[in-house]
């Protein structure tokens, strides 16, 4: 674990992924949500998207990164072109701090 201006986390692809809230000046860019429908999909492949996401906005942080597995409803699998029945999921706030 890392720390930019009191929020700990770890860098992915020049981006700063934490939980936690920056305590810095920062100017926002916009919330990010990431949604990946294979259940074999991993952290890696959420983070990427994420960052490629953020750094397209001009963001350097994602803070409030909350990330998982959710299941799909029975009628999303029928309807919808979804492939398994799990998808990772991830969302944050995009920020950039000086």
């Not at 991993?42 to 990164?65: C, D, H, P, S, Y």
């Not at 979804?82 to 701090?97: C, F, L, P, R």
Request: proline share 2%.
């Amino acid at each position: 674990m890392e720390e930019l201006a009191g929020a700990r986390g770890n860098w992915h692809q020049n981006v700063f992924f934490t939980e936690d809230i920056v305590q810095a000046p920062a100017q926002p860019r916009g919330r990010i949500q990431v949604e990946i429908s294979r259940q074999n999909s991993n952290l890696t492949e959420i983070k990427n998207e994420m960052a490629r996401q953020a750094t397209a906005q001009g963001a350097n942080v994602i803070q409030n990164f909350q990330y998982g597995q959710k299941a799909h409803k029975w009628w999303e699998l029928v309807f919808t072109l979804k492939w398994d029945t799990e998808s990772w999921h991830g969302t944050g706030d995009a920020i950039t701090v000086k």
